[in-house]
């Protein structure tokens, strides 16, 4: 009886913890990649969890933007490069940095031919990321009253690849090491990094809105703590941490062909109705 009396206090009290969890939706900045692994080792690991949170990590697609979903209610915590950030401070929307876990800056712009000065992209074809955060870059050959055609791309380096713009926007982590792969020779003096011209400005931090961190200081100062205990376990198992990763990008794959299906079945739908 004592057992049994026991066991039902145990199951009682384990209700009580997971109704008392602080649900909420973190939404990066773009599809699953190691950019973000601190946050889905932080969640792999029970991190968020053991602080009380129900945490569900929810990827951006290239027509629903992370600011969108943060505006529609569709999460309540983001990343964004600190311009950017900025830039959306700057229309109205009131940000918190709440973590800033990038402290430089890894965008660059890599060339078909030798970059000796930032006047060597003057009358360039430079290939930026269609879905934003090129900001550094516009700024950039405004100030220095460059005449560059940018022409937008969705998320690889598949036009510079085939010759058709002259250089593309690049990150460090990124894009840089999909050329290697891809057997393209990138010579240093065909990279112009934004930090070695003065503009080495910080990246990706985490944010929520004004009102939500108002009203959920708490829960948002526990995220921000396993957050911190995810990126600092990643830096010291990269392989584990690889696999953490690559198990997502499967995981937000799934979901983006699934929104590609519906959105696909949708327009079916439209296009039948109208031939009736």
Same mark, same amino acid.
């Given at each position: 009886?004592?057992?049994? +009396?026991?066991?039902?206090?145990?199951?009682?009290?384990?209700? /009580?913890?997971?109704?008392?969890?602080?649900?909420?939706?973190?939404?990066?900045?773009?599809?699953?990649? $190691?950019?973000?692994?601190?946050?889905?080792? #932080? +969640?792999?690991?029970?991190?968020?969890?053991?602080?009380?949170?129900? /945490?569900?990590?929810?990827?951006?697609? #290239?027509?629903?933007?992370?600011?969108?979903? &943060?505006?529609? *209610?569709?999460?309540?915590?983001?990343?964004?490069? &600190?311009?950017?950030?900025?830039?959306?401070?700057?229309? *109205? &929307?009131?940000? /918190?940095?709440?973590?800033?876990?990038?402290?430089?800056?890894?965008?660059?712009?890599?060339?078909?031919?030798?970059?000796?000065? %930032?006047?060597?992209?003057?009358?360039?074809?430079? *290939?930026? =990321?269609?879905?934003?955060?090129?900001? +550094?870059?516009?700024?950039?050959?405004?100030? @220095?009253?460059?005449?560059?055609?940018?022409?937008?791309?969705?998320?690889?380096?598949?036009?510079?690849?085939?010759?058709?713009?002259?250089?593309?926007?690049?990150?460090?982590?990124?894009?840089?090491?999909? &050329?290697?792969?891809?057997? %393209?020779?990138?010579?240093?003096?065909?990279?112009?990094?934004?930090?070695?011209?003065?503009?080495?400005?910080?990246?990706?931090?985490?944010?929520?809105?004004?009102?939500?961190?108002?009203? @959920?200081?708490?829960?948002?100062?526990?995220?921000?703590? $396993?957050?911190?205990?995810? =990126?600092?376990?990643?830096?010291? @198992?990269?392989?584990?941490?690889?696999?953490?990763?690559?198990?997502?990008?499967?995981?937000?794959?799934?979901?983006?062909?699934?929104?590609?299906?519906?959105?696909?079945?949708?327009?079916?739908?439209?296009?039948?109705?109208? @031939?009736?």
């Amino acid at each position: 009886m004592r057992k049994r +009396l026991f066991t039902i206090l145990i199951a009682i009290a384990t209700c /009580v913890v997971v109704l008392g969890q602080e649900e909420m939706v973190f939404t990066p900045q773009w599809t699953a990649q $190691a950019q973000f692994a601190g946050y889905y080792v #932080a +969640l792999e690991k029970g991190f968020y969890k053991r602080e009380g949170l129900k /945490v569900h990590i929810e990827h951006p697609y #290239a027509s629903n933007s992370c600011i969108n979903m &943060l505006k529609r *209610g569709e999460c309540q915590l983001i990343t964004q490069p &600190l311009i950017s950030a900025i830039r959306q401070i700057d229309k *109205g &929307l009131h940000l /918190v940095n709440l973590q800033q876990t990038s402290q430089n800056n890894s965008e660059m712009i890599i060339s078909n031919r030798p970059i000796k000065s %930032i006047k060597s992209l003057n009358g360039l074809r430079i *290939g930026h =990321w269609k879905a934003g955060y090129s900001e +550094l870059a516009f700024i950039m050959a405004l100030q @220095h009253g460059l005449r560059i055609e940018w022409i937008p791309f969705v998320q690889n380096v598949n036009l510079f690849i085939s010759g058709a713009i002259d250089a593309t926007m690049a990150m460090s982590y990124n894009e840089y090491f999909q &050329l290697r792969m891809s057997g %393209i020779k990138i010579p240093n003096d065909h990279m112009f990094c934004f930090a070695d011209y003065g503009y080495n400005i910080p990246e990706d931090g985490l944010y929520v809105t004004a009102d939500y961190y108002a009203t @959920h200081k708490t829960a948002v100062d526990k995220f921000v703590k $396993a957050n911190r205990e995810g =990126w600092e376990w990643a830096a010291v @198992h990269p392989e584990e941490t690889l696999e953490i990763v690559m198990k997502m990008t499967k995981i937000d794959d799934v979901k983006i062909k699934k929104k590609g299906e519906r959105k696909n079945s949708q327009d079916n739908k439209v296009e039948d109705n109208h @031939h009736e």
